[in-house]
């Protein structure tokens, strides 16, 4: 590959394997759903969904094509914002009580990522806590192929339509963790941006912000090169870092963030943005799914392990809940001032993607105008503060490091070697930007 980015290095990886499902976008596709379910082998379909969405228009449609098309179907909508191990284990044995030989999600990222690790359970029985890597789990790989799984997100920002990854709270721990398979990637993604019209702007801000950085933290992730070449292909594992291929989907997705999300966020019924930021977060999805994601994510499970009291406007939980597009941005402009040394041509690219003001710039001020083009979109969009925006104050960050650096894939996806030094000084930096 003729990118200097890309280049070899001893030991290194070779070569990228890229996996997506097969994708259907536009207003009105729900509809198509019995369809796709009819074409993959489905007669008897287990309808994934949370009780929010379940008796609404999207299930409907979902619902009503599949009785177009003859196909019978169970509903488990027992799932909540951010589902835990206990939750998905009482999912699996939902899915293997049935006679089921497909699944179908309806929902955002905690209906899909749960769908995806019911299947586990019920195909291969064991709690899934076993198949996160140790200390957390057992790390037991996962076996073998799952159910046929259609995914419909209802929200513009997770992409886990386009993944193999499933990200679950621990409920022992109280913390996130992150599982991936190949086995785990759907089989289709319907994506209907008619689920974005009457999303709350809070909610449209949180998760597009949850969008721009999965695009921006696979656009400067460590390259595939980087990491060691693995002996057996199938072992290659989809986090593997930045590739050409998520190079490709992550500008496209960086594009639309710069320029649809103050848009989508500021008005419910400008169809354009919020289409784009639906297909900006597929994109995104696509990108990272095959990248992975780096020191953003990583820190972002420390704040929703230890979050406090905020405001959860236009979200159905009662709780202290930070939502994971805020729990990622609020660290994002003091990490993207740490790695840019590591890839300076790469954060000024960024930049200039999301529509920075750039000129005249030079790539050791790269670090700087990314940070303040992202604290240039969280100030219009009413993102909180930095951390302490989300309640927590200097006294926090020994216990915010101490729960991140378990993170260990992520962290070293980052482009720059990063310790628990490193980790203490981002979290400090991020306490406040303006
Ligand atoms: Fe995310």
């Given at each position: 590959?003729?990118?200097?980015?890309?280049?070899?290095?001893?030991?290194?990886?070779?070569?990228?394997?890229?996996?997506?499902?097969?994708?259907?976008?536009?207003?009105?596709?729900?509809?198509?759903?019995?369809?796709?379910?009819?074409?993959?082998?489905?007669?008897?379909?287990?309808?994934?969904?949370?009780?929010?969405?379940?008796?609404?228009?999207?299930?409907?449609?979902?619902?009503?094509?599949?009785?177009?098309?003859?196909?019978?179907?169970?509903?488990?909508?027992?799932?909540?914002?951010?589902?835990?191990?206990?939750?998905?284990?009482?999912?699996?044995?939902?899915?293997?009580?049935?006679?089921?030989?497909?699944?179908?999600?309806?929902?955002?990222?905690?209906?899909?990522?749960?769908?995806?690790?019911?299947?586990?359970?019920?195909?291969?029985?064991?709690?899934?806590?076993?198949?996160?890597?140790?200390?957390?789990?057992?790390?037991?790989?996962?076996?073998?192929?799952?159910?046929?799984?259609?995914?419909?997100?209802?929200?513009?920002?997770?992409?886990?339509?386009?993944?193999?990854v499933?990200v679950?709270?621990?409920?022992?721990?109280?913390t996130k963790f992150v599982?991936?398979?190949?086995?785990?990637?759907?089989?289709?993604?319907?994506?209907?941006?008619?689920?974005?019209?009457?999303?709350?702007?809070?909610?449209?801000?949180?998760?597009?912000f949850d969008l721009l950085s999965h695009a921006l933290e696979c656009y400067t992730a460590k390259a595939y090169?980087q990491w060691?070449?693995?002996?057996?292909?199938?072992?290659?594992?989809?986090t593997q870092g930045a590739?050409?291929?998520s190079?490709?989907?992550a500008?496209?997705?960086l594009?639309?963030?710069?320029?649809?999300?103050?848009?989508?966020?500021?008005?419910?019924?400008?169809?354009?943005?919020?289409?784009?930021?639906?297909?900006?977060?597929?994109?995104a999805?696509?990108a990272f799914?095959?990248s992975g994601t780096h020191l953003p994510h990583a820190l972002s499970y420390g704040v929703t392990h230890l979050?406090?009291?905020?405001?959860?406007?236009?979200?159905?939980?009662?709780?202290?809940?930070v939502?994971h597009g805020i729990s990622v941005i609020v660290t994002a402009p003091a990490t993207f001032r740490y790695t840019a040394d590591a890839a300076p041509?790469r954060h000024?690219?960024a930049a200039?993607?999301?529509?920075?003001?750039?000129?005249?710039?030079?790539?050791?001020?790269s670090g700087e105008?990314v940070a303040?083009r992202i604290i240039?979109?969280m100030?219009?969009?009413?993102?909180?503060?930095g951390l302490?925006?989300v309640?927590f104050?200097?006294?926090d960050i020994?216990n915010l490091s101490n729960s991140s650096i378990r993170q260990t894939r992520a962290i070293g996806n980052s482009p720059r070697e990063t310790n628990f030094v490193d980790i203490e000084n981002i979290y400090k930096n991020a306490l406040?930007y303006?």
């Amino acid at each position: 590959m003729a990118c200097q980015y890309f280049a070899p290095c001893e030991h290194g990886a070779e070569s990228f394997t890229i996996e997506i499902p097969k994708v259907t976008f536009g207003r009105g596709v729900l509809h198509e759903v019995g369809e796709r379910a009819q074409a993959l082998g489905m007669k008897q379909v287990a309808l994934f969904t949370d009780a929010n969405l379940e008796h609404g228009p999207y299930v409907a449609s979902v619902k009503q094509s599949l009785t177009n098309v003859g196909l019978n179907f169970q509903i488990f909508s027992d799932i909540r914002v951010e589902p835990d191990d206990v939750c998905v284990d009482e999912a699996g044995k939902f899915l293997s009580s049935g006679n089921f030989d497909g699944v179908i999600s309806v929902g955002g990222g905690s209906v899909i990522d749960a769908a995806k690790a019911a299947m586990v359970c019920a195909k291969y029985p064991r709690p899934v806590r076993d198949y996160f890597a140790p200390p957390v789990g057992e790390g037991i790989p996962i076996p073998g192929p799952l159910y046929p799984h259609i995914a419909c997100p209802t929200t513009s920002g997770t992409g886990s339509e386009c993944t193999s990854v499933s990200v679950l709270r621990i409920r022992e721990l109280n913390t996130k963790f992150v599982f991936a398979s190949p086995h785990m990637l759907p089989d289709a993604a319907v994506i209907d941006p008619t689920c974005c019209d009457t999303l709350p702007s809070n909610v449209v801000a949180s998760t597009g912000f949850d969008l721009l950085s999965h695009a921006l933290e696979c656009y400067t992730a460590k390259a595939y090169s980087q990491w060691g070449a693995v002996k057996n292909p199938n072992a290659r594992p989809l986090t593997q870092g930045a590739n050409p291929w998520s190079d490709l989907a992550a500008v496209k997705a960086l594009e639309i963030a710069g320029e649809y999300l103050v848009r989508g966020v500021a008005d419910a019924s400008d169809h354009e943005a919020r289409d784009q930021l639906m297909w900006g977060a597929s994109l995104a999805g696509m990108a990272f799914g095959n990248s992975g994601t780096h020191l953003p994510h990583a820190l972002s499970y420390g704040v929703t392990h230890l979050m406090k009291d905020i405001t959860t406007d236009g979200y159905a939980i009662k709780t202290p809940f930070v939502p994971h597009g805020i729990s990622v941005i609020v660290t994002a402009p003091a990490t993207f001032r740490y790695t840019a040394d590591a890839a300076p041509e790469r954060h000024l690219e960024a930049a200039k993607f999301l529509n920075a003001d750039y000129k005249g710039a030079d790539f050791k001020d790269s670090g700087e105008i990314v940070a303040n083009r992202i604290i240039e979109l969280m100030k219009q969009t009413n993102m909180p503060n930095g951390l302490n925006g989300v309640g927590f104050d200097e006294n926090d960050i020994q216990n915010l490091s101490n729960s991140s650096i378990r993170q260990t894939r992520a962290i070293g996806n980052s482009p720059r070697e990063t310790n628990f030094v490193d980790i203490e000084n981002i979290y400090k930096n991020a306490l406040s930007y303006w």
